[in-house]
């Protein structure tokens, strides 16, 4: 085949381009497939990385063109790809296994775990400190009503016997859980660490006065938020789902090598974002919840069977389900990328 010198220098520009970001497949010849993708939660630092795969040209580049909308939590995100007005998500796997157990008709499939080390947390502040099991006897904890790690911590107290009668649980609005502990109303609230641990920051709180004793060091190490497919999607369109954990995984690669450039993503969008924080609380994320060492030695996605079976027993006992889940049961790994693909370091 001949190539006039025009064509020549404009083949060799897109192939150049590709080879730079990773995507040597030409993909960019795709006719783009439009989807919906909730979020697990508003657009900040923890959910930015979709906001700039779409914005980057990650996911058009396996064609598809993401509308990336924010969420009020990973049961919103859930309930959006069951009801079917949004085709992918990125959300909470214990919440998805609730909904599974209540709904293995319409619930979601997870097709990608992300974060695999899980950020559920006990915070405190201050000289009210909780960094031992010992330290949580006569505290008062706020904690939101039915959400998922919630409803484990009993189970958690009880593996390292704790009496949960030594403990004062109070029921306390997300919204205001932080607000709370600023106050001094509860001595430690249970939520996500980089979620409250930055909300803190933002509100004074120097940083080596915030306190997180982690679910992990109570027992409970398993995946978190991760993508999740609509069971309509996973069924008519596997290709896509294939493309779509390709697309996030590759996201993923880009953003833990300049996660600056994913933040500029989300302050695009949400321009009242502090930068600075922001790009603090997404590189906590990536240290302490996606560049794992089991991440970096098998890839992201990567889940030990043992390791997820003592995680499901502890879910089991902590939501009260009928059964220990198995993991076919909201896991499908046919779209699982190859391991190679899956690597994000050098």
């Known amino acids: 085949m001949h190539l006039s010198r025009r064509k020549f220098l404009a083949y060799g520009a897109l192939t150049s381009g590709l080879l730079a970001t990773g995507l040597g497949r030409p993909a960019l010849a795709q006719s783009q497939r439009n989807v919906n ?92 400190k909780i960094t031992s099991l010992g330290d949580l006897k006569g505290k008062k904890i706020g904690v939101a009503a039915n959400s998922a790690a919630t409803k484990l911590l009993p189970t958690l107290l009880a593996t390292n016997d704790i009496d949960v009668g030594d403990i004062e649980l109070v029921t306390v609005e997300v919204s205001l859980r932080d607000t709370l502990l600023l106050k001094g109303n509860v001595d430690g609230v249970v939520g996500f660490d980089y979620t409250s641990l930055f909300n803190l920051i933002q509100n004074g709180v120097p940083r080596e006065n915030v306190h997180v004793l982690s679910y992990s060091e109570l027992g409970f190490d398993f995946p978190a938020n991760s993508l999740l497919a609509s069971r309509k999607v996973v069924q008519e369109q596997p290709e ?33 974002l502090d930068p600075k924080v922001e790009l603090e609380c997404l590189q906590f994320i990536i240290e302490n919840h996606v560049l794992t060492e089991n991440v970096k030695a098998n890839g992201l996605g990567f889940l030990d069977t043992q390791r997820a079976a003592k995680g499901l027993e502890l879910i089991e006992r902590g939501l009260k389900l009928p059964a220990v889940p198995k993991l076919d049961d909201f896991y499908d790994t046919r779209f699982l990328p190859d391991a190679a693909e899956r690597k994000l370091t050098a």
């Open 37 to 128: 993708f909730s979020l697990g939660f508003r657009v900040y630092a923890g959910e930015s990385p979709f906001v700039f795969g779409q914005e980057s040209g990650i996911f058009k580049d396996l064609g598809i063109n993401a509308n990336v909308e924010g969420a009020s939590g990973s049961a919103d995100a859930i309930r959006r790809l069951a009801t079917g007005t949004h085709d992918f998500a990125y959300a909470d796997i214990m919440t998805l296994i609730e909904f599974t157990v209540a709904n293995p008709d319409l619930a979601p499939k997870l097709i990608l775990p992300i974060l695999d080390h899980p950020p559920s947390s006990i915070i405190s502040i201050g000289d009210k």
């Open 240 to 272: 896509l789902c294939r493309d779509m954990a390709l697309a996030t995984v590759r996201t993923w690669r880009a953003v833990c090598k300049d996660p600056k450039a994913s933040i500029d993503a989300a302050v695009k969008r949400e321009p009242l």
